[in-house]
């Protein structure tokens, strides 16, 4: 057992730096926990922006609120920041906080396992370097991890391929014939990337997504300046631009009178967006959504619609249009066509329900996480899982959001175990570690399920948020709901040992 009159206690090892981890061991700092370590599988630090470097890769929440509520930017250059700018910006906010000094990289985990007598954890990487530690976040997130179909043939093609968040800065596509593979967040903003560079491009589509507008623009330097000298301004909007958000969410939510009529104007919105753009009345017929808006993510983009009615440009949807094998020459639809093409580039999205992917995690009595999740991952508050004490997950199931800024769910989360580890830290402590209550945890999955039921979500279309017969990734609520229910631990719903 640890010496706690000697030794910093507890410790407490992270699993990811991205911004998702990074926050969590800052929140750790903040409340008097210094033994904490950050593991990060690759060689730096910036999760899903460090990933996607993919031509015109930007976040579809503006900046102003898509940032740490402790690192405020009055220096941002467009409402909708690219990924070089969003990925200079952690980093820089990370080392100014000193988090960076915490952070080893190259450490790919693969196993993390519960020793109930020692109450502790035991974290093995790759090459077999382990780590013990009281308390365990995972920050490996949702997307972290790029999925690429597993179609006939996909080794067999000739040519380059490769998923958008592999991108391969090395091919150069300069008049060639590029296939882009799905029709995503990513794949909205990488076509009109590409387009004016392929020779010619094909999109193969499986269900045309809901885009609208992005009311995106410059900041000057008179906004620099007037955020320099009146801070006010920065936070000014940066509420308001919450506030916008959270209507989005609770429409999305069903839980309000007035989502269908706010959904409603949306896909007005996006109806005006489609005809503006795209002329040709055959290509706007492809283009129409086969579901429910809200169903899938809504897209930002005032882009895509425009580079999809390019001369040079093919829509490839339709039954007939799915792509059912590769070949050395290119992508062979349903409908026997082979479509000749020299490079393809897959954007096909992550497999977001797949919670701690890689990581072999064993609680009490070697019970399997993965085999507890096996009907779909849930966890109280999307941070707990009865029979995993002192494991935690930021940004775990149910806490993705159809609108607004992720990062404020896991700030919420952040703080949920910087004040778990405090208390365990402190001479009132119950025990050296917690658990969930399973009556609790099962309470509370009932709760998401049932409301998530009433959701867009929910309406039958094929997306990421679900996984099998559960929607396992998406929170139903607002952000302002999460955060309350966060802010203060309720002890009564936890089991100290």
């Given at each position: 057992m640890t010496d706690t009159t000697s030794t910093p206690w507890p410790r407490v090892v992270v699993i990811g730096a991205g911004f998702g981890g990074l926050g969590a061991a800052r929140a750790l700092l903040q409340r008097g926990i210094t033994d904490v370590t950050v593991l990060e599988r690759a060689d730096e630090v910036g999760g899903v922006w460090r990933d996607n470097t993919y031509p015109g890769a930007a976040c579809d929440v503006p900046s102003p609120l898509y940032s740490w509520s402790w690192a405020l930017n009055d220096s941002w250059?467009?409402?909708?920041?690219?990924?070089?700018?969003?990925?200079?910006?952690?980093?820089?906010?990370?080392?100014?906080?000193?988090?960076?000094?915490?952070?080893?990289t190259g450490v790919d985990v693969r196993s993390c396992v519960h020793d109930a007598e020692g109450r502790t954890w035991r974290v093995t990487a790759a090459d077999g370097t382990t780590y013990d530690a009281d308390l365990v976040v995972?920050?490996?997130?949702?997307?972290?991890?790029?999925?690429?179909?597993?179609?006939?043939?996909?080794?067999?093609?000739?040519?380059?391929?490769?998923?958008?968040?592999?991108?391969?800065?090395?091919?150069?596509?300069?008049?060639?014939?590029?296939?882009?593979i799905g029709t995503g967040a990513s794949a909205v903003q990488l076509v009109p990337g590409i387009v004016e560079a392929a020779g010619s491009l094909t999109v193969f589509q499986r269900s045309a997504p809901y885009v609208v507008p992005k009311p995106d623009g410059e900041y000057r330097p008179v906004h620099h300046r007037a955020f320099?000298?009146?801070?006010?301004?920065?936070?000014?909007?940066?509420?308001?631009?919450?506030?916008?958000?959270?209507?989005?969410?609770?429409?999305?939510?069903?839980?309000?009178?007035?989502?269908?009529?706010?959904?409603?104007?949306?896909?007005?919105?996006?109806?005006?967006h489609l005809r503006r753009q795209?002329?040709?009345?055959?290509?706007?017929?492809?283009?129409?959504?086969?579901?429910?808006?809200?169903?899938?993510?809504?897209l930002f983009s005032n882009d895509w619609y425009r580079a999809l009615a390019r001369e040079h440009v093919d829509v490839v949807t339709g039954d007939g249009g799915a792509v059912v094998g590769i070949e050395?020459?290119?992508?062979?639809?349903?409908?026997?066509?082979?479509?000749?093409?020299?490079?393809?580039?897959?954007?096909?999205?992550?497999?977001?329900?797949?919670?701690?992917?890689?990581?072999?995690?064993?609680?009490?009595?070697?019970?399997?996480?993965?085999?507890?999740?096996?009907?779909?991952?849930?966890?109280?508050?999307?941070?707990?899982?009865?029979?995993?004490?002192?494991?935690?997950?930021?940004?775990?199931?149910?806490?993705?959001?159809?609108?607004?800024?992720?990062?404020?769910?896991?700030?919420?989360?952040?703080?949920?175990?910087?004040?778990?580890?405090?208390?365990?830290?402190?001479?009132?402590?119950?025990?050296?570690?917690?658990?969930?209550?399973?009556?609790?945890?099962?309470?509370?999955?009932?709760?998401m399920q049932s409301r998530l039921a009433a959701t867009p979500w929910a309406s039958g279309c094929a997306s990421w948020y679900v996984d099998g017969d559960r929607i396992t990734t998406n929170w139903p609520g607002t952000v302002t709901e999460y955060q309350e229910r966060t802010a203060t631990v309720e002890w009564d719903d936890l089991v100290s040992s």
């Open positions: 250059s467009r409402r909708y920041s690219g990924q070089p700018e969003i990925l200079a910006y952690l980093r820089a906010a990370a080392e100014r906080e000193g988090l960076l000094a915490l952070v080893r995972s920050a490996v997130g949702q997307l972290s991890n790029p999925l690429v179909p597993r179609v006939p043939g996909l080794d067999t093609f000739a040519g380059p391929a490769f998923h958008s968040a592999q991108w391969r800065h090395d091919v150069d596509l300069r008049g060639r014939r590029v296939a882009v320099a000298r009146w801070p006010g301004l920065l936070t000014a909007e940066r509420r308001a631009v919450f506030w916008l958000t959270e209507r989005l969410n609770a429409a999305l939510g069903g839980q309000v009178a007035w989502s269908p009529a706010l959904l409603g104007a949306m896909r007005t919105v996006w109806r005006l795209v002329p040709d009345a055959d290509l706007r017929a492809r283009l129409v959504p086969d579901h429910e808006i809200g169903c899938k993510r809504i050395p020459g290119g992508v062979r639809t349903a409908d026997g066509v082979l479509h000749e093409v020299d490079a393809i580039v897959w954007g096909t999205g992550f497999a977001a329900t797949g919670f701690l992917a890689g990581i072999e995690v064993t609680g009490t009595d070697g019970r399997d996480l993965h085999e507890v999740w096996a009907d779909g991952a849930r966890a109280h508050l999307g941070l707990t899982v009865p029979g995993f004490p002192g494991l935690f997950c930021i940004y775990g199931p149910n806490t993705n959001l159809g609108g607004s800024s992720i990062i404020a769910m896991m700030e919420a989360q952040a703080g949920y175990v910087a004040e778990v580890a405090a208390r365990l830290a402190s001479d009132e402590a119950p025990g050296r570690t917690v658990d969930v209550r399973p009556e609790v945890a099962d309470a509370y999955d009932r709760e």
